[in-house]
């Protein structure tokens, strides 16, 4: 379920998803107790497509705008017994999140906005989805810069992020690439363009 609380997950936000359970997958999360966090979760697309795929990972689900959280709470009602390892929460990025879940969590998924502050949008958009999930700053990178600089962070609670971007982003951002990870590959989306990010830390 969606309306005008939420960005509308697109066709490639699956690829997200499965950039994700992929990276998971690696740590174990077919058969082990595992943790994902989704930042900035919207109407829940991506955090509930994890805990319904793979059934012994809780995920944590995070964002700073509660009417979102309104619609991914309603759409949790809808996946059943999954449902019960989701957590829901309110904040700013990782300030969401409990400081216990530092170094326990596997993979920290985000779609956050990616839209400079000034660029022109389809009137379909602009029209229908909040401005707070599509626009970042003057270049559209000011959230995945912070997202990446709190993954790099000792103290959070991350070990890999995979993060969707506007199919340009990943090859002209270089600067996002070595900030994230001498391991930072590319992923495509459906349409074979360049789309997600994913870095990977060592683990001790
Ligand atoms: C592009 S939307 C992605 C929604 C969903 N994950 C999806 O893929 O459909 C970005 C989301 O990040 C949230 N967001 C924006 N700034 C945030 C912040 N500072 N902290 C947490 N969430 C934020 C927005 O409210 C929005 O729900």
């Not at 499965?18 to 740590?27: F, H, I, M, T």
């Not at 955090?47 to 995070?62: G, P």
């Not at 993060?163 to 391991?183: C, F, N, V």
């Amino acid at each position: 379920m969606v309306d005008s609380r939420v960005l509308i997950p697109r066709p490639e936000t699956e690829s997200v998803v499965d950039v994700c359970l992929a990276e998971l997958d690696r740590l174990g999360g077919r058969d082990l107790p595992t943790t994902v966090v989704d930042l900035g979760t919207g109407s829940g697309a991506i955090a509930l497509a994890v805990a319904t795929e793979r059934v012994r990972t809780t995920v944590w689900a995070t964002d700073e705008s509660e009417d979102a959280l309104g619609v991914a709470r309603a759409n949790l009602a809808g996946v059943g017994r999954a449902a019960a390892r989701v957590r829901m929460v309110a904040g700013d990025w990782y300030t969401a999140l409990p400081t216990d879940l530092a170094g326990s969590v596997q993979v920290l998924v985000s779609n956050p906005p990616y839209v400079a502050e000034t660029a022109e949008l389809p009137a379909e958009v602009a029209d229908w989805e909040p401005s707070g999930a599509l626009r970042s700053g003057p270049d559209g990178l000011d959230d995945l810069r912070r997202i990446i600089a709190g993954a790099l962070d000792g103290s959070k609670p991350t070990a890999r992020w995979c993060a969707r971007s506007h199919p340009s982003r990943p090859a002209r951002s270089p600067s996002l690439r070595r900030a994230a990870s001498a391991k930072c590959v590319s992923r495509s989306d459906l349409t074979g363009r360049s789309r997600a990010l994913v870095a990977r830390r060592p683990i001790d």
